[in-house]
């Protein structure tokens, strides 16, 4: 900090003409580094800031598809907003992810989950999944990843054998008969030691889950609005 004192006794100025230019030369050098210090802080601020406001208005322009998707068929959607965080990851931890497994998700949505599971498998794990809206599975496709198949058809159309199955399909907004026929073909589907993931944001439809299979649930209340997740294991031919 520059600091200029005057001697009152003798009325002097103790700086030199000499003296004083070099230390106003300083100054001014003080000034210009603080001036292009404080231009990049206020670029830095405004670059981050655009960058939170484009992140912002992607996560809305995701989100708004998912509504309007909700919008056309409700039925189909279940729900008007995509599954939470905290719900995809209590689904993906009831499976033991290890060896090449075989994976499918039916009623994929928008791929909330979609992306989780693609991230938790294995180089060599593959994954099917089964969404019935066109625009919704173009959009899963458009993640481009080799080990993942898209299939525009209904979920009672699964065959084969996997070792897990997830699913966000609204059973309780099903007709009965759609509804008996995909939990039918998730059991002849699903393998010895495999494991069906189901949520449901009631829990009227246990007594369905319970003509197949053996289950455990977890609530979730990190999610709009709170769901159950079911882990559930075949004990019986139905």
Not at 2 to 21: A, T, V
Not at 22 to 32: K, Q, V, W
Not at 150 to 178: K, M, Q, W
Request: charged share 20%.
């Amino acid at each position: 900090m520059l600091s200029l004192n005057c001697d009152r006794d003798e009325g002097k100025f103790p700086l030199g003409p000499l003296q004083i230019i070099p230390t106003f030369c300083r100054f001014a050098s003080y000034l210009e580094t603080f001036r292009h210090d404080g231009v990049n802080m206020g670029i830095c601020l405004l670059w981050r800031y655009v960058s939170m406001l484009a992140s912002a208005f992607t996560l809305m322009r995701a989100k708004a598809d998912f509504v309007h998707q909700f919008i056309r068929n409700p039925r189909k959607m279940g729900s008007i907003t995509p599954s939470s965080d905290a719900l995809c990851r209590t689904m993906v931890d009831s499976v033991a992810w290890s060896g090449q497994l075989r994976v499918a998700e039916l009623g994929a949505g928008d791929g909330v989950l979609t992306r989780r599971l693609l991230a938790q498998m294995a180089p060599d794990a593959t994954l099917d999944v089964f969404e019935i809206s066109s625009a919704l599975a173009q959009k899963l496709s458009a993640l481009n990843d080799e080990r993942m198949t898209v299939r525009t058809c209904s979920a009672e159309y699964l065959n084969g054998s996997y070792d897990a199955i997830f699913s966000g399909l609204p059973l309780l907004s099903l007709s009965p008969e759609l509804r008996d026929a995909i939990l039918q073909a998730v059991y002849h589907a699903l393998g010895p030691n495999g494991v069906f993931v189901q949520f449901q944001y009631t829990s009227l439809t246990q007594p369905d889950l319970s003509r197949y299979f053996t289950w455990e649930r977890q609530r979730v209340l990190k999610n709009v609005p709170p769901a159950w997740v079911y882990r559930c294991t075949r004990h019986y031919a139905p």
